[in-house]
């Protein structure tokens, strides 16, 4: 099946799991615009898509910066006048020191503007390229360490983490932010859902996960071409829905 005429955006797409949504994507024939901050990179990995015969677009993007998403949008519409399918992947776990007590909110600012603000801003200045889409949806990469059923059991995989109030407590605000878009844009039709790659070899854990970027990458792929029965206000990994 492919998705021809379809436009996705993918943020923080020059490598790992964010580069292999924008393959996977276009593999489908959805036109991708492959967002990253850095040129170099941005182009590398253009390049290596492009010599696949994939049709992928980079898109100068850094989160962070309002002056770029701003660019972002404009150039989205200028080149599409729409857009389809937004990936909200970019993502930092920050430096090690998070633990409570250790006087780490500058760091766990740091951790939120790009996992909990850059989603926030990259999406309210994609609304209305989504708003003229039929069938538009939005995807956000979370992680199950942002899952406060599991942050809370004593039965959890995870439950011998150090406790860190940098990158789960970010996952935990953006499942937040991902029911409160779905609520807002519910009426309109378009679905936002979490998703959780599993525990993916990339350069954010020094490529300790056991999964590949392509294994991570599969359900933010399949959310993103849901149907108009897909579901809205979920969090999804492989294996269904993961608790909130
Ligand atoms: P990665 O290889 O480190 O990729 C992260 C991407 O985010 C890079 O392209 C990076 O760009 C980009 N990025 C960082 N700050 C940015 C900014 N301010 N603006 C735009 N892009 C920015 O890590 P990954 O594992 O593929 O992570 C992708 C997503 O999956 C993240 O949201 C992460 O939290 C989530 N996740 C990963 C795992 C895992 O096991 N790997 C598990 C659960 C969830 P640069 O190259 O320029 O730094």
């Known amino acids: 099946m492919t998705e021809t005429n379809k436009v996705a955006l993918v943020t923080g797409a020059n490598k790992g799991i964010g580069y292999e949504i924008v393959r996977g994507l276009a593999k489908r024939g959805v036109t991708v615009l492959l967002g990253a901050r850095d040129a170099g990179r941005r182009d590398a990995a253009v390049a290596k898509l492009a010599a696949e015969g994939l049709d992928v677009t980079g898109v100068?993007?850094?989160?962070?910066?309002?002056?770029?998403?701003?660019?972002?949008?404009?150039?989205?519409?200028?080149?599409?006048?729409?857009?389809?399918?937004?990936?909200?992947?970019?993502?930092?776990?920050?430096?090690?020191?998070q633990a409570p007590g250790a006087g780490a909110v500058a760091e766990v600012r740091r951790v939120f503007d790009?996992?909990?603000?850059?989603?926030?801003?990259?999406?309210?200045?994609?609304?209305?390229?989504?708003?003229?889409?039929?069938?538009?949806?939005?995807?956000?990469?979370?992680?199950?360490?942002?899952?406060?059923?599991?942050?809370?059991s004593d039965d959890s995989m995870l439950r011998d983490m150090?406790?860190?109030?940098?990158?789960?407590?970010?996952?935990?605000?953006?499942?937040?932010?991902?029911?409160?878009?779905?609520?807002?844009?519910?009426?309109?039709?378009?679905?936002?859902?979490?998703?959780c790659p599993g525990?993916?070899?990339?350069?954010?854990?020094?490529?300790?996960?056991?999964?590949?970027?392509e294994q991570g990458a599969a359900i933010a792929i399949e959310m993103a071409l849901a149907g108009a029965d897909g579901p809205t206000a979920g969090f999804f990994d492989d294996a269904g829905r993961v608790a909130w």
């Open 60 to 97: 100068p993007l850094d989160v962070t910066d309002a002056a770029s998403v701003e660019a972002a949008a404009k150039t989205i519409e200028e080149r599409h006048g729409r857009l389809d399918i937004l990936v909200n992947n970019a993502g930092i776990t920050g430096e090690r020191s």
């Open 162 to 195: 150090p406790a860190a109030l940098g990158y789960p407590v970010s996952k935990a605000a953006l499942n937040a932010v991902t029911a409160q878009y779905a609520k807002h844009l519910r009426d309109e039709g378009i679905p936002v859902n979490s998703v």
């Open 114 to 152: 790009v996992n909990v603000f850059g989603v926030i801003a990259v999406t309210d200045a994609m609304l209305p390229l989504l708003r003229r889409a039929a069938g538009a949806r939005v995807v956000n990469m979370s992680s199950s360490v942002g899952s406060l059923a599991d942050m809370t």
């Open 199 to 213: 525990y993916t070899a990339t350069d954010l854990n020094g490529f300790s996960g056991h999964r590949t970027p």
